[in-house]
């Protein structure tokens, strides 16, 4: 932090930054790296953060039943849920132009955010990335 700040012209003693970390509740860095659970990870970055699942529908369509999959996010600060899409079968490519949406610069629903929690899902392929967001 000390070096941050000093990049930025403003130069802090290491006992006034500790000061300043203790006064707000926030552990030296060794220690705050050993006492930060997850959910006081996601307490602390909640703004930042989108989740990510896929759920199954089975809609009766004109050739009888299908199965869907539907693809949903969520912001974990506001617990706003956007969906991303809805197919039949899901594949890269349906999963890059849901990709291009979500990080549409205007009114994509990452706008604002840093990462993205998803699970291990076959469907999320690890060759997709969303504007430098590492999946799969």
Do not use: Y
């Not at 203790?22 to 953060?49: C, M, N, V, Y």
């Not at 039943?65 to 539907?70: A, E, H, Y």
């Not at 840093?114 to 076959?122: K, M, Q, V």
């Amino acid at each position: 932090m000390q070096g941050a700040l000093a990049n930025l012209g403003h130069k802090l003693a290491r006992n006034t930054i500790a000061n300043i970390l203790k006064r707000h509740g926030i552990a030296p860095a060794p220690e705050r790296s050993r006492r930060t659970t997850w959910k006081d990870f996601l307490r602390r970055h909640l703004d930042q953060i989108v989740a990510t699942d896929f759920f199954t529908a089975e809609v009766w369509t004109c050739s009888g039943l299908q199965r869907f999959i539907v693809l949903f996010f969520m912001d974990l600060s506001t617990r706003r849920v956007e969906l991303g899409g809805i197919a039949a079968c899901a594949n890269g490519l349906w999963m890059s132009q849901i990709a291009r949406n979500l990080t549409n610069a205007v009114d994509g629903f990452f706008t604002g955010k840093r990462s993205l929690i998803h699970d291990r899902d076959p469907l999320i392929t690890e060759r997709e990335t969303i504007k430098g967001w590492e999946i799969g």
